[in-house]
């Protein structure tokens, strides 16, 4: 069956732009959760949904960091003017239930690159 | 919150011998541990995971240890291949459902 996919696979944008990236989860998996990943460097959690609901957004760097999910299942997170730190891979991932041991199934990731 | 650590940040191990790599934590109330694998340009992929009623756990070729009272686990990779090639990264459970991960390990198995 098909897996989390993300769209766009690379986007570049110029320093203050907006850029919108989307998540596509497996089909009825209640939890998604989107990650920042910076070069050389381990995930880093940013945002929790489950279903519609955005429970912990404790992760978002700033307040131009915005992530919905209207009707439980594609997500966006919508990056407002576009800093060169922003740069990174934004991961999503989808779990089937609501524990931590729910296996986490990653996408291929959205590579920004802020100039 | 949750601290993930990795050692070594880069291991270069010859084709068929075997590759290690221990993953420290801070809170000794997580319970759940997971093993990552990333492949160049494609997202993480649970190879295997460790819950703390348990110490070992094997899947073939792939085995992780946990010491609970230490605060770390191991990944155990026996008679490595070529496409054993890849980032390991090990992470653990803080709030709710979201896991911390480490910086990843870099494995590179020399034909």
């Known amino acids: 069956g098909a897996g989390v996919s993300q769209s766009p696979r690379y986007k570049v944008a110029k320093r203050g732009q907006d850029v919108a990236l989307r998540c596509d989860p497996i089909?009825?998996?209640?939890?998604l959760f989107w990650y920042q990943q910076a070069l050389g460097q381990g995930p880093e959690f940013l945002t929790y949904?489950?279903?519609?609901?955005?429970?912990?957004k404790s992760g978002l760097p700033s307040d131009r960091f915005f992530a919905e999910r209207p009707e439980g299942s594609v997500s966006t997170l919508k990056i407002q003017r576009t800093q060169q730190e922003d740069s990174a891979v934004y991961l999503c991932?989808?779990?089937?239930?609501?524990?931590?041991?729910?296996?986490?199934?990653f996408g291929p990731g959205t590579r920004l690159t802020v100039l | 919150g949750e601290n993930v650590e990795q050692h070594p940040s880069t291991l270069s191990v010859q084709e068929g011998d075997s590759a290690v790599i221990k993953c420290t934590y801070s809170?000794?109330?997580?319970?759940?541990f997971p093993w990552y694998k990333q492949e160049l340009g494609k997202g993480p992929q649970l190879i295997i995971d460790?819950?703390?009623?348990?110490g070992e756990k094997k899947d073939q070729r792939i085995a992780v240890t946990l010491n609970k009272t230490a605060k770390h686990f191991s990944l155990h990779i026996t008679e490595t291949q070529p496409e054993d090639s890849a980032v390991y990264f090990c992470?653990?459970?803080?709030?709710?459902?979201?896991?911390?991960f480490g910086k990843g390990n870099q494995v590179v198995v020399i034909p």
């Open positions: 991932a989808s779990s089937q239930g609501l524990a931590s041991y729910n296996e986490q199934f």
């Open positions: 089909s009825g998996h209640v939890s």
């Open positions: 949904f489950q279903n519609e609901a955005q429970l912990d």
């Open positions: 809170d000794s109330a997580s319970n759940y």
């Open positions: 460790i819950r703390s009623n348990v």
């Open positions: 992470a653990a459970p803080y709030g709710n459902n979201r896991l911390a």
